[in-house]
């Protein structure tokens, strides 16, 4: 009864947003594990068994990698003398008790009172995750609240499921021949905390603009020197199915043509050198599964087409989660590409300017030395389809890698994550040139 009456509460909070409705994936008996993989023989059973791995330095490199297993999984791995342990025994349990925080938040109010301040209390919103239709209402009443530095566009395209991608420019009334970034969040669905961190951004921005601290200083230097290019959630079916029917959901919600099977990995649909060659798959029900083709997916379509529309950029950043890392160029390689230097060097600057401010270790690498992997929209595309090349990163939020919380970053910890990457932010757009 519970269960039901929560399905019905959290899909009618969905709004207006079209959702497949499907009982709701339970995760009953799974558990996540962290486990060292040294043969290729227990690559193999993992790759065919399906199963989810949820971070990794490399499975090429045989090393520790972070699964969430169901008991015939663990079995097969367990008969393959895998050594692992456990990092949360009931994967299930913990996504019911986030369904039922969910139930029992309280309601935000229909007139927020924007201001975000580091070293303060965050306002109650981020105090919780939010529906894709709340955070797009959020936006736009942002959006009418600070008309003179904030566009707020409802559709810059549509889903698989028609369902509208918005997006946002944001910047100061001061200033001439301003920079350009870019700024996505939500490719993948089940990265929750990824829209919550662009949307605090954006906040930080607008909201603190006119103001007389340190705070609001920084934001008035950037918005003055700086036109923001930002679409906060780009996987917005699959984060709908998130919520309505699959807590770890991952893909879109394409239906594979032929197939019964649904969803394409968005951040392995963007063109790009050696294309699904590497850390992506032509099998569909994977979590990998890079399309068809290259730019088969509506999603990537509607990014790229305003990515470049509105370029060139100075900088761009693609808010993912989870790991804590500062991911540059090149993702499909491991010789350098020209610019490493200046990459390593805002990279690192990045990683440090969070270390600062809230002793959180990031890790600054180059995307190859956690996987190889194409079909990348920051590491792969943006570099390598003559799109005026930025200074393009993929950021890792927390957790760290081997967490138990996994994807599930508790409601807790949304505005600490979302502070320290702001004053990380905050460096990547002073240090980066027009």
């Known amino acids: 009864m519970v269960r039901a009456l929560l399905a019905s509460v959290l899909l009618l909070a969905l709004g207006a947003y079209a959702s ?10 799974y558990k996540a594990i962290r486990a060292t993989i040294t043969t290729e023989e227990q690559v193999s059973v993992i790759e065919k068994m399906g199963m989810d791995v949820w971070s990794h330095d490399s499975v090429a490199t045989m090393d520790d990698l972070t699964i969430n297993v169901n008991p015939e999984q ?6 393959l003398d895998v050594q692992y ?5 009931d ?7 986030e369904r039922e925080e969910l139930l029992h938040r309280e ?19 981020y105090n919780s995750y939010h529906t894709a239709a709340e955070i797009f209402q959020y936006l736009q009443t942002m959006a009418n609240s600070f008309p003179s530095l904030m566009k707020y566009t409802a559709s810059i395209g549509t889903t698989v499921n028609n369902n509208p991608i918005p997006a946002l420019v944001i910047t100061g009334t001061s200033g001439n021949n301003k920079k350009k970034v870019f700024v996505q969040g939500g490719q993948h669905a089940r990265e929750w905390v990824g829209p919550a961190t662009v949307v605090f951004l954006i906040e930080s921005l607008v909201a603190n603009y006119s103001k007389n ?51 394409v990995d968005l951040n392995r649909n963007w063109d790009g050198a050696n294309w699904c060659n590497l850390g992506a798959s032509k099998t569909p029900s994977s979590d990998t599964y890079c399309g068809p083709s290259a730019f088969s997916e509506p999603e990537t379509q509607v990014s790229s087409r305003w990515f470049k529309a509105n370029g060139p950029y100075a900088g761009s950043i693609d808010y993912h989660s989870y790991s804590q890392l500062m991911l540059r160029p090149w993702g499909h390689v491991n010789t350098p ?22 002793n959180r270790v990031y890790r600054s690498i180059p995307s190859y030395q956690l996987y190889y992997t194409t079909g990348t929209a920051s590491d792969n595309w943006k570099w390598t389809s003559g799109v005026n090349s930025p200074l393009s990163y993929t950021v890792e939020l927390r957790p760290p890698e081997g967490d138990s919380a996994g ?13 320290e990457n702001w004053a990380a932010f905050v460096y990547f757009v002073k240090d980066i040139k027009a």
């Open 20 to 29: 497949s409705e499907y009982d709701y994936v339970s995760y009953a008996g």
């Open 74 to 79: 663990l079995a097969a791995l367990e008969s």
């Open 85 to 89: 342990h456990v990092l949360n025994h």
């Open 91 to 97: 994967v299930g349990a913990s996504i019911a008790a």
């Open 107 to 125: 309601a935000t109010p229909l007139q927020p009172q924007f201001g975000v301040a580091i070293n303060a209390t965050a306002p109650a919103w």
């Open 213 to 263: 601290d340190q705070f609001g200083r920084d934001a008035k230097e950037l918005m003055d020197t700086t036109e923001f290019y930002v679409v906060p959630l780009l996987n917005v079916d699959g984060y709908l199915f998130s919520w309505s029917s699959n807590r770890l959901w991952r893909k879109n919600r394409r239906l594979v043509s032929g197939t019964s099977t649904y969803g």
């Open 337 to 358: 590409p020209a610019d490493e230097a200046r990459l390593k060097q805002l990279g690192d600057g990045y990683a440090a300017a969070i270390r600062s401010y809230s």
């Open 407 to 419: 994807f599930q970053l508790p409601a807790n910890q949304i505005a600490p994550n979302c502070a």
